[in-house]
């Protein structure tokens, strides 16, 4: 059990820290014992009756560091750590250290450590040169700049913590972010932003296709971005569009659903623009005329109730919902109205988003939210794989978004080949198999067919995926997993903690893969499997107990 001393007004970051860091914790109780004791104030001594490991945060001087002439060097802002060879960047203060201590951190510049460790016999020490919960709150609110799109930073704080315990020796665990029988998860989703050619006639698009198809599939060539055979299928695909106005050829952008057949038994959610001809508003008022949609949900709902049939969820592509409540109940209606669905999901075209979206989204009454990503990359926002729960709402969850194929591809922002894009997006994978959680993936309707042709990248991609044991699953049921992950409740009594699954509904989806508990330094388990260091299966009907024993043999 940890025990926790923060400020007050970081009540809910703590209590969201501990969702993403599903462990045993607790505030801080003179009267509670503690494996481990958290400090993340300033101005609060260490308790006289210390914990097995005492960890002290703080991107300042600390009342323990002038009680134990600890020398720290003045706050800086915006600096980059290394730990263990991965970069971490921090977005509020630090403080390094002048002692003679094991640093386990280090400034990238100075080479100064940020994080110290120092045994005192009967306890282990631990001080950290920054607020781990202002971190936090700066990467669920204000996300990373694009420039440190590919650091997991969320997850790195999450690994060193949970490092520093397995390094002690203290005895915890943890549900973690991977469902039973997987490796981590993927959210397949699909943007619905053109799925009829015949809708475009003498617009913009119409005459970008044309462009594209006509010449930039020459340059591609030479790029090394494309190939004479796509050439040619664009060059057939103009060469088809006069009938396709005409009535009496198929309309190629109208097999959104090709989909079906790649992704096969995993299920994927499109996202549908619910109204026709209308930009909405950005930030400064009326959005660009481009952004206004070719066709309404209605124009191709028949489609839709048939990706509903297969198993698929359809969600809506917002245009007004991030920024007025009333508009986005409108527009989620919509959707309802077509598909059935009770339960709705959003993510918002061009991703508009603002600090008061999620709770704009919240009383709309949507099941999450999914906006949270970069246009221009890559990588995470949030700095973290995980869905969260946003600060100040009740409910709404964000999955977070990952992989744009836009992002990659779009001569305005990577412009990828095909190769680099794949080993970029090895990288999240990478990351994914280190730290667990989801990796958000948006492929357009559009991007399987002229002129784009993008599909053999995402072929391959959910190849790989499934080779790596990766759940691939659509984004109601990778946020169902989360909840009943976030249901999970942690009861102490004597020296042992009881492990329950509050929310029984989760289990009943057999869609759903279960939840597993895992042990470190643990010498008993009760009732199951009396191996230590293992994982436990947690199902609705499963009540776990396990013995913690303290061992003060730290590992080196
Ligand atoms: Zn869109």
């Not at 509670?32 to 006289?48: H, I, K, M, N, Q």
């Not at 100064?112 to 282990?124: F, V």
């Not at 340059?219 to 009535?247: D, E, S, T």
């Not at 067919?449 to 053999?456: A, H, I, S, Y």
Request: proline share 4%.
């Amino acid at each position: 059990m940890i025990g926790v001393v923060a400020h007050p007004e970081e009540t809910e970051l703590v209590q969201e820290f501990f969702e993403l860091f599903k462990t045993p914790w607790e505030f801080y109780s003179t009267t509670g014992s503690y494996e481990v004791l958290l400090y993340a104030r300033e101005d609060v001594a260490v308790a006289d009756k210390p914990a097995p490991l005492v960890i002290i945060y703080g991107g300042g001087q600390t009342i323990f560091d002038k009680a134990n002439s600890f020398q720290v060097t003045s706050r800086q802002k915006q600096r980059t750590l290394l730990y263990k060879g991965q970069r971490l960047p921090l977005y509020c203060f630090l403080v390094t250290f002048l002692t003679g201590n094991e640093g386990i951190l280090h400034d990238e510049e100075s080479g100064l450590p940020a994080g110290i460790i120092e045994n005192r016999g009967a306890y282990t020490l631990v001080r950290i040169g920054y607020d781990i919960f202002q971190e936090m709150r700066f990467l669920l609110t204000e996300g990373q700049p694009a420039d440190n799109a590919g650091i997991p930073s969320l997850e790195v704080h999450i690994a060193i913590l949970r490092e520093l315990m397995i390094r002690s020796g203290v005895s915890f665990l943890e549900v973690p972010p991977i469902p039973m029988g997987y490796a981590f998860m993927a959210c397949l989703s699909h943007d619905i932003d053109h799925p009829l050619i015949r809708v475009h006639k003498w617009d913009p698009t119409m005459f970008g296709f044309l462009y594209r198809a006509l010449i930039g599939s020459i340059l591609a060539i030479f790029r090394g971005q494309g190939n004479v055979w796509q050439l040619l299928k664009n060059w057939a695909a103009v060469a088809r569009l006069p009938f396709i106005y005409l009535g009496v050829a198929r309309d190629f952008w109208y097999e959104f659903d090709r989909y079906l057949n790649i992704e096969g038994d995993s299920k994927s959610t499109f996202f549908v623009l619910p109204f026709k001809n209308q930009p909405g508003q950005n930030e400064s008022g009326h959005a660009p005329k481009a952004r206004a949609s070719g066709y309404a949900a209605a124009d191709i709902a028949e489609r839709l109730q048939q990706l509903v049939a297969a198993g698929r969820e359809v969600g809506l592509h917002g245009i007004d919902a991030w920024t007025d409540s009333c508009k986005g109940e409108n527009e989620r209606n919509e959707i309802s109205r077509i598909t059935c669905a009770t339960k709705i999901g959003v993510r918002m075209h061009w991703l508009f988003f603002d600090k008061d979206t999620p709770a704009t989204l919240e009383k709309a009454g949507f099941s999450y939210d999914s906006t949270f990503g970069y246009n221009e990359t890559i990588g995470y926002r949030g700095g973290t794989l995980q869905a969260f729960k946003w600060l100040r709402t009740t409910s709404l969850l964000e999955l977070p978004l990952h992989i744009m194929d836009t992002a990659l591809f779009y001569p305005a922002y990577l412009y990828l080949t095909p190769k680099k894009a794949e080993s970029r997006i090895s990288n999240i994978i990478a990351d994914a198999l280190r730290y667990g959680g989801v990796i958000t993936i948006n492929w357009h309707d559009r991007s399987l067919m002229p002129e784009r042709l993008w599909g053999d990248v995402y072929i391959r991609l959910i190849h790989e995926l499934k080779a790596k044991g990766c759940w691939c699953a659509s984004g109601e049921h990778v946020v169902s997993w989360f909840q009943a992950r976030r249901s999970v409740v942690f009861q102490k009594s004597d020296h042992c903690i009881g492990v329950r699954l509050q929310n029984q509904d989760a289990n009943l989806d057999e869609q759903i893969p279960a939840l597993r508990v895992r042990t470190y330094n643990v010498n008993g388990v009760t009732g199951y499997s009396s191996q230590a260091d293992t994982d436990i299966l947690l199902t609705g009907n499963t009540n776990l107990r396990f013995h913690l024993e303290v061992s003060v043999t730290p590992s080196p």
